[in-house]
Structure formats: C-alpha cells, structure tokens
C-alpha cells in the first residue's frame, strides 16, 4: 500500500492512493513516479505478509531513491 502523498503516481490499473494491492504470490513489478511539477516527494510504503524482509528494505530504499531524483 502506498499512503499520505498527494503527487505520487502508480501505474496500476484504477488504484488509488491509500488502497490494498494484493499479490497472491511470487513476485510482481508496480512502477511508480513523482507526478509533481517540481521538487520531490514523501510517502508511506506499508507491507504485510512479506515473506523477505531483506527485499521488501532494498524495494523500499530503491523507490525513495528513484523518487528524490525526480
């Protein structure tokens, strides 16, 4: 779940910030993008159930990275 922003972008068909995205298993790439004119931005990534903690911090590390380049 990706929570309290306001210009964060998720290319996932109808998601809105704030909901659930289950996956029932594997692995699944979810692209997301600062949509704001300017600046960077903050959010809040929530996981529950993740069975790699270690992946769930790198995955979590790399798109605060990306977003505070763009």
Same mark, same amino acid.
């Given at each position: 779940? =990706?929570? /309290?922003?306001? =210009?964060?972008?998720? !290319? !996932?068909?109808?998601?809105? +910030?704030? !909901?659930? #995205?289950? +996956?029932? $298993?594997?692995?699944? !790439? #979810? %692209? +997301?993008? /600062? $949509? *704001?004119? %300017?600046? @960077?931005?903050? &959010?809040?990534?929530? &996981? @529950?159930? *993740?069975? /790699?903690?270690?992946?769930?911090? *790198?995955?979590?590390?790399?798109? *605060? %990275?990306? +977003? /505070?380049? =763009?």
């Amino acid at each position: 779940m =990706f929570d /309290n922003t306001s =210009f964060l972008g998720v !290319e !996932e068909e109808d998601y809105m +910030i704030g !909901e659930v #995205i289950t +996956i029932e $298993g594997g692995q699944r !790439e #979810i %692209t +997301i993008y /600062n $949509g *704001a004119d %300017t600046g @960077s931005l903050t &959010f809040l990534l929530s &996981f @529950s159930g *993740a069975h /790699n903690s270690l992946g769930a911090l *790198a995955l979590a590390a790399t798109a *605060a %990275t990306l +977003i /505070n380049l =763009f």
